[in-house]
């Protein structure tokens, strides 16, 4: 169901005729809509001389005899064909049995590894939870940003990030 709220602006010496009522709707946007805005994105990009971000995955899987155990995976960013010297960790996971074994933290070096051959320089997460804080915190991540009580029960989203310039390249 759309809802839609007209805005009247307050007539001035300066404004336009069709800036005198405009209709706003609350709606999901169309596919052409949504096309012409990323378009319009991309054309700003250009006009400000910005190469267009794209990404490509990186992801890893940890297995004990061809059995999954864990997971990493996350978001090289790309300004044209170069990366832009930033990683997004998406995920990393370690089933149940297996935590705090050391599975976690070699999915996070491999994947730190793997991305600063790519010249990235910097990894970001977003988490929470007292143990994966700790956890992220002793690989040497710090927090940037706390979003409060993001979650149902109350706790916080944790933005963590490293810089990855002291890891040497294989």
């Known amino acids: 169901m759309s809802r839609i709220v007209v805005v009247n602006y307050i007539k001035s010496k300066t404004s336009n005729d069709y800036m005198n009522n405009v209709k706003i709707v609350n709606r999901k946007l169309t596919t052409h809509e949504s096309n012409r805005m990323d378009k319009g994105f991309d054309e700003l990009y250009h006009e400000e001389g910005i190469e267009l971000e794209s990404y490509e995955k990186v992801s890893f899987v940890a297995e004990i005899e061809n059995r999954f155990i864990g997971c990493s995976s996350g978001l090289a960013f790309k300004n044209g064909e170069n ?39 910097h990894i970001f997460l977003w988490t929470s939870g007292e143990k994966a804080i700790k956890f992220y915190e002793r690989q040497g991540y710090k927090k ?7 979650y149902s029960d109350g706790s916080s989203r944790v933005g963590l990030r490293k810089n990855l310039s002291a890891i040497s390249r294989p």
Not at 89 to 106: A, C, M, P
């Open 83 to 121: 990366y832009s010297g930033w990683f997004h960790l998406t995920d990393l996971f370690v089933e149940k049995g297996n935590r705090s074994k050391g599975f976690g933290k070699l999915l996070l070096q491999t994947t730190e590894m793997q991305i600063t051959s790519l010249g990235i320089k």
């Open 144 to 150: 940037f940003s706390e979003m409060e009580s993001w």
